[in-house]
């Protein structure tokens, strides 16, 4: 894919494919097939990207939040889990049978993934979104258009999804007392920390695994 929206387009149809296997009630299958071997994976990947998505946009929240009232304190703590992430990284990159200095340095520098982990966020976000909507949607014909650079700019609904949640989120909290402030971020913080450590372990387990003499 060359472009952002032929990406999505792609992105999304996968997903949206993914998703409508493995639901119950879809394809025929009333009983569902959540727990079909073939599709542990796909859900365990789905819980993975919300546990993402919640873990960075409620850091975002958060640390607005803290900033608005001057409450922001920094934790070398929080370095750990993109340090890990960087680790991770640096491993995949490095079990790479063709791998270049640009797959290495892409790793190293956590950015390049940390947005490439945004944009399929975003994927996942579209693709849910059209699921539960129940619309009939044609993924391949959209895809065949974005490649021919046609269609919309629907890959950019997520950005609008989380402007607008942003939006009235802080004007929410503009509202709020300041003590009502003080207790959601009291609450908030150790929650979000909670998770960010469950996803750190996740991700070390994943690093001090095994390859078993196999390269991507």
Known sequence: MLTLKSL???????????IDLMWPGQRGNLQGQPF????????LENWSMLLNLVVRVGFVILLLGSLS??????SPLWLIPPLVAIALNI????????RTARDVLFAVLFLPGEFYMWLK?????????KFLSRVEVDNWGAQAAAEK????????????YVAVTLGMLVLTWTQLPLLV???ALWIGWPMLALLAALQTVGMMYRLFQ???GFTV
């Open 8 to 18: 999505d387009a792609q992105q999304v149809k996968w997903n949206y494919g993914a």
């Open 36 to 43: 079909h071997p073939n599709l542990r994976l796909r859900w």
């Open 69 to 74: 009232i001057g409450a922001w304190v920094f």
């Open 91 to 98: 491993r995949t990159a490095l079990s790479m049978h063709d």
């Open 121 to 129: 966020l975003g994927h996942f976000i579209r693709a849910w979104a």
């Open 149 to 160: 650079g046609k269609g919309n700019n629907a890959y950019l609904m997520p950005l609008v």
């Open 181 to 183: 402030k003080e207790i």
């Open 210 to 212: 095994r390859h078993r």
